[in-house]
């Protein structure tokens, strides 16, 4: 994926904002370069997304991320393994937008 196909959407003092949108919807979320995934997805009303731990233990919030970038913290290998970090996958508790995103919500 080359780098100019994913637009930065804006800053605000200091933060960048980014978009999350989830495969097949037009809808675009805005989530914070600090704000994990998750928090942005639930504060937009998107509940379709289950949680649970908060702090990448469960792997409950697994999301695919189909297009952009993120930072990812500290997740339980045992719900999330390199193998499938390096497929897209991310746990959404524990992920942060480094550009715009179009990912898919991974149902249990």
Do not use: W
């Not at 994926?1 to 200091?14: F, V």
């Not at 978009?19 to 504060?43: G, T, V, W």
């Not at 500290?74 to 942060?96: F, I, N, Q, T």
């Amino acid at each position: 994926m080359r780098r100019n196909d994913i637009r930065q959407c804006r800053t605000n003092g200091g933060i960048d904002i980014f978009q999350l949108q989830i495969e097949d919807r037009e809808e675009r979320i805005p989530c914070a370069e600090d704000q994990s995934i998750l928090d942005a997805l639930r504060k937009s009303g998107v509940h379709e997304i289950v949680y649970g731990c908060l702090g990448g233990g469960c792997g409950v919030c697994k999301i695919e991320i189909q297009k952009g970038e993120l930072r990812r913290e500290k997740v339980s290998r045992e719900h999330l393994s390199e193998e499938d970090a390096k497929k897209g996958m991310a746990l959404a508790c524990k992920s942060y937008p480094t550009t715009d995103l179009v990912l898919r919500i991974i149902k249990k």
